[in-house]
């Protein structure tokens, strides 16, 4: 695991990312375990968690995890056990949080809980082929904004947001996934525009388990599942 107690930043740029990724994984960094023929391949928890918690602030912006999520139990590639999440972030106050990717995790591509009071946001991210949920947000009353994200192929749900405060999501994409796509409950207004919400069979592609009467559903793309 990477455990995260005090300032991260972490900025990488588009044609360069920041990649957290197993060490089999060739097409980051090259060879790494002198494994030329490409025999050992990477795979779901071959490394564990990046964890943000205590007094963890700083920034994370064009930064990619692959194959994590597995439990540290010593061994290296080889954890039976899952890890909450590739990506678990524990905070009062959220970091900078944009074009954040988490793939092929043996759990949840990204765990996230605010306990505070202040906005927050993730921009421009992208969650697919994890064990669980791609992302999951909790929280209190802090008011978060999610827009441009992406979440697809995942074993659970796509992304499932349950808080106290207000909700603006726009711009979503969840589909494919194994479980419903988009999973909301707040007890506040929920802004909901611009999204593509499709293709969970027997599933369902929106559910609102709670959502203040205020709240607006708007310009999005909700097909019927097959």
Sequence with gaps: ?????????????????????????????????????????????????????GRAHGRLSNVEMRYGGGSNDGRCCAAPRAAPATLNIDLEIAPTLEKIKVLHSQARGALINISGGFLWSIQDGAFAFNTGHG???????????????????????????????????SGLTVQQNGNDGLVITTPATLELSESNLSDHPGNTNLVVVNAGVDSRVRDNIIEANN
Excluded: Y
Aim: negative net charge.
């Design 135 to 169: 992302l999951e947000v909790t929280g209190d009353r802090a008011p978060v904004t999610l827009s441009g994200i992406e979440s697809r192929q995942n074993d659970g749900h796509g992304v499932v947001i349950n808080t106290n405060g207000q909700q603006t999501l």
């Design 1 to 53: 695991d990477l455990r995260i107690e005090g300032e991260i930043l972490a900025n990488g740029t588009p044609d360069e990312p920041v990649i957290l990724t197993s060490m089999r994984d060739d097409t980051a960094g090259g060879d790494v375990n002198d494994d030329d023929d490409g025999e050992l391949v990477p795979a779901r928890g071959d490394w564990g968690q990046v964890i943000l918690s």
